[in-house]
């Protein structure tokens, strides 16, 4: 019998020990593994180089403590300002929706079953003019409609 | 003499077994053996033994074909479906859930440990079930079980007891019916 299958019945003990499996598995180790490999560029010199690169690299992750100089390094980023009409976003989340903005002439055929759909959902919308050129927004609003219909 | 002997006979043993000299870790003060080298579940579970059983499942566990004539082993036609039906199920899954599936029957070889993770706990129980006999299904589900818990970020007292013990029946039921199951053949 392969040995791991007998490893099985220590794993309690060792939970015992040690604590639960996530504090002493592998996957950071993995992880760390993974980060160290591109750095060792040099076939000569491989350890070398890794330690260099390594080093390097901690320097930069302490630089944010000395601001003077991380400032004139990474150049603060402005946040992007958005009309509200072009966004969509929720404090949860980091991707932003945006609505479309294209120009889109609407067929004649559209335009009707628009019109048409809005007659029955509501009496004033029969009064509404639709110009022949409307923007994209409306065809999603029709998208939408139609799905209801369906 | 006598004693010179046994020294000899000591060190042949040791030699035979692979054994060279003391480990450069024991020269810590604080480490303990066996207590300070835990079982990492992520190669024994994840990459090791949910390989061998699907492996025993694919028929292709021992070297002899005669052995991998079981009950619990599931044709290729079977294994095409449930490559097909993972490949399909893909898109539905939330991220929350990690990487979307992959065919198993095709990527097993290249699968990450998270992804066999996600076979353990997510996918195996549901894709098995009905393909593997009732009882084999039942043993894996120990060990499904047992995964599940360790998986946990706090672990109770009872958790603990839980996992000893489902670990232990999983065992059972590989040492009765999937390993040594080849001697009833004869």
Known sequence: MKV?????????????????????????????????????????????????????????????YFRKFYDQIFPPISDKKYKEHLVYTNENYEEEFQWPSKPYTLTFQEVKKIKDHLCVIDDRASEMRLNVCIILFYVILFSILKLNID | MQHNFFYYKINNYYFEIGVTGRSVLLEIETTRFPTCFPIDIMHLFYENIALYMLKHWMGCFFKDSILNDQPYVINNKQWTEIGIEMETVRKSIPTDFGRPPRNILHHHNGYKAEEWASWITLYSLPLLKDRLPANYLKGWSFFVKAVQLCQKRVLSLHDQEEIRKLLLLFYQHYERYIYYNIYFIY
Request: proline share 7%; hydrophobic share 35%.
């Open chain 1, 4 to 64: 791991c299958f007998h490893y099985i019945l220590h794993v309690a003990d060792s939970i015992q020990d040690t604590g639960p499996c996530w504090s002493t598995w592998q996957f950071p180790m993995e992880r760390t593994c993974g980060m160290l490999q591109p750095l060792a560029k040099s076939r000569l010199h491989p350890y070398k180089n890794l330690t260099n690169n390594v080093y390097l690299l901690e320097l930069f992750n302490n630089l944010c």
